[in-house]
């Protein structure tokens, strides 16, 4: 009785501690996750204090002014910014999903390794050495900066990201999916593009939104391929404004009022990103089959 009396008292004890280190477990990944927000609620906090200001119509439709002169806006480098990140996806986009249907689907498991390495080296490489290496094939050769330059420079950074993330995305999908459509007679291509891919096409997408997110802030490459300009640019074959060009010249400048149109430069580049993200999850939401 003795025994059986110490353990009727050892486990309301037991599963008080139990409790203890459960409730202790939660609020240190609590504390995690605020501790990993921070920096993003951080960032927000200063674009929206320090850019907010700066925004106003004239910023979206006016040209940056003259050295010294106060106002201005870069309606340039927003179009520019939009011009070179389509030119971008042209390139990155059908290039990286085709490789990634590649790997996942046609490749063999020798090819693939090297492949998937090349991948991983190419995602790891610094954004101005793509920049020198567009700008040593592209621009010196012409013997001008461009929007084709700097176009080709971040669809270069996106393949190997937009590649690597549609393999595993379609690593994904079912086996069973391709074995009943190839019973059924379906086309190993169609049943590739019809069924595996589609059913894939969110994470797809998502890898080109995390693509296109990563060279949309991009200034070093544009340096050595787009160069920027302070005009509209009506010819892709002459140099071109970007946002992050646009903020680069004016946070190293010395005027305080072009310090603010940087902040607020990043603010609308931010907003940029976020309005991109929305769009492309609208349109690519499940439709049936007709």
């Given amino acids: 009785m ?44 200063f674009l929206v204090h320090e850019g907010a200001s700066a925004i106003d119509w004239n910023f979206f439709t006016q040209l940056p002014k003259p050295t010294g002169e106060i106002g201005g806006g870069m309606a340039n480098a927003i179009v520019g910014s939009l011009v070179l990140l389509s030119m971008a996806a042209l390139i990155g986009v059908p290039f990286g999903v085709l490789g990634g249907v590649y790997l996942a689907e046609y490749g063999g498991a020798r090819a693939n390794y090297w492949i998937r390495f090349a991948a991983d080296v190419l995602n790891g490489i610094p954004s101005i050495v793509w920049g020198m290496v567009v700008y040593a094939l592209l621009v010196v050769p012409f013997k001008t900066f461009s929007a084709y330059a700097g176009g ?85 074959a002459e140099p071109i404004s970007a946002v992050p060009l646009q903020i680069f010249a004016y946070a190293i400048s010395p005027y305080d009022d072009w310090h603010r149109q ?23 939401r499940d439709r049936k089959f007709n």
């Fill in 2 to 45: 003795s025994a059986t009396s110490s353990l009727l008292h050892a486990a309301p004890r037991g599963h008080t501690w139990r409790k203890f280190k459960s409730r202790g477990m939660g609020v240190v990944m609590l504390l995690s996750t605020l501790a990993v927000m921070a920096p993003l609620f951080l960032v927000l906090y």
């Fill in 152 to 236: 080709v420079a971040l669809g270069l950074m996106m393949i190997p990201l937009v590649m690597r993330t549609t393999e595993e995305m379609l690593l994904l999908v079912p086996q069973g999916y391709r074995e009943a459509a190839l019973a059924l007679g379906i086309a190993r291509w169609k049943m590739i593009t019809v069924i595996v891919v589609r059913t894939a096409l969110k994470g797809i997408i998502t890898g080109v939104l995390v693509a296109l997110a990563r060279v949309a802030g991009e200034t070093a490459p544009l340096l050595f391929t787009a160069l920027g300009n302070n005009f509209w640019n009506r010819n892709l």
């Fill in 262 to 284: 940087a902040w607020a430069g990043a603010l609308v580049l931010l907003v940029m990103i976020l309005c991109l993200n929305m769009f492309v999850r609208l349109i690519s």
